[in-house]
């Protein structure tokens, strides 16, 4: 695998999980079941801004909002990532 490659070529001792839904909304809450086991399941994730949010169509921005209340009923915090200077974090707690 690519990814596996990747974080051996780099040093990186990680578990990893690949998705393939056909919604945004179904690959992230899928993502959020398989990943982590007990004390190992991630407790923060990382999700780009949606800057486009004025201009994208109603149903993108639905599934973007949804996945932000779905990581709050699996008791996880969100950083959302402004780039290329800027971190905005929100808090879900």
């Not at 596996?4 to 990680?14: D, E, N």
């Not at 909304?25 to 991630?42: F, N």
């Not at 780009?48 to 990581?71: A, P």
Request: hydrophobic fraction near 40%; include cysteine.
């Amino acid at each position: 695998m690519k990814a596996y490659q990747w974080l051996i070529r780099h040093k990186v001792k990680a578990f990893f999980n690949i998705t393939e839904n056909d919604s945004f909304e179904a690959g992230c809450q899928a993502l959020m079941e398989i990943t982590g086991l007990g004390k190992l399941r991630p407790n923060m994730i990382l999700m780009g801004y949606k800057e486009n949010w004025r201009t994208c169509n109603e149903e993108e921005l639905q599934q973007y909002f949804n996945v932000i209340q779905l990581v709050t009923c699996f008791y996880i915090r969100i950083c959302g990532l402004t780039l290329p200077f800027q971190i905005t974090i929100y808090w879900t707690a």
